[in-house]
């Protein structure tokens, strides 16, 4: 399985851009990259996925490298309620199978 | 409020016995995952289901087992509970099983064994 390598944690200001680095160098071509964030022992909220284009929502932007062996989170402006644990994750997918591999994930503290 | 119900929200049982955990998944998605999340563990997948079969496997224990009925829900039954059970249980569902599309989480429950 593909696996996800993010820094344990973060800290950015409020009003910031919060840019949340993934690394993903084991993941196939045909694997999407999904990012979820985890605020206290709440049910993980999806905020954005993406296969090789860089994608945009209301929530974030996604940055995939042309090799798609990386990718960044972007949360444009932050505020105090963005203070979560932000997973990517490659999910796989086969015939016999389909996953979201959680990783340990990025405690992003946000400060006033 | 993602749409996925899942009950009860807390669970207090003993060792050795047995709980049966429920989900309901979004109108209209037929698959539903199952995860546990446990403060050394983080989040594990366990298994999944498609339109009432079992599709993908993870880290699930054989004292575990799940089922998906014809209206979709699904049920995660723990047996032999041990004190390593107490965790968060998330299920999850989507429309269907596809790359592209989301997967919806539930509130949780949250189990303890004493």
């Known amino acids: 399985d593909a696996k996800t390598t993010q820094p344990p944690s973060m800290d950015c200001a409020e009003g910031r851009a919060a840019n949340l680095p993934c690394n993903h160098s084991?993941?196939?071509?045909?694997?999407?990259v999904y990012w979820y964030r985890q605020i206290h022992s709440q049910g993980p909220q999806y905020i954005i996925h993406?296969?090789?284009n860089n994608e945009t929502n209301e929530m974030a932007s996604l940055i995939i490298t042309e090799d798609r062996k990386s990718s960044t989170l972007i949360l444009p402006h932050a505020t105090l309620r963005d203070t979560a644990v932000y997973y990517c994750?490659?999910?796989?997918?086969?015939?016999?199978?389909?996953?979201?591999?959680f990783g340990t994930g990025t405690r992003l503290q946000v400060f006033p | 409020d993602s749409g996925v119900t899942q009950t009860p929200k807390h669970l207090i049982t003993a060792t050795g016995q047995r709980v049966t955990l429920r989900c309901s998944p979004r109108?209209?998605?037929?698959?539903v995952y199952w995860y546990q999340q446990s403060l050394d563990q983080g989040l594990q997948f366990l298994i999944q289901?498609?339109?009432?079969?079992?599709?993908a496997k993870g880290n699930i224990l054989e004292r575990f087992s799940a089922q998906q009925f014809p209206d979709l829900h699904s049920e995660l039954n723990l047996s032999s509970l041990e004190l390593g059970d107490s965790a968060l249980y998330f299920c999850?569902?989507?429309?269907?099983?596809?790359?592209?599309?989301?997967?919806?989480f539930g509130s949780g429950t949250q189990l303890s064994v004493l």
């Open positions: 993406g296969l090789k």
């Open positions: 289901y498609y339109n009432g079969e079992e599709r």
């Open positions: 994750i490659v999910r796989v997918v086969s015939i016999n199978t389909d996953k979201l591999i």
């Open positions: 999850a569902s989507s429309p269907q099983t596809f790359l592209g599309e989301k997967l919806f």
């Open positions: 109108s209209g998605d037929l698959s």
């Open positions: 084991t993941i196939s071509g045909n694997e999407y």
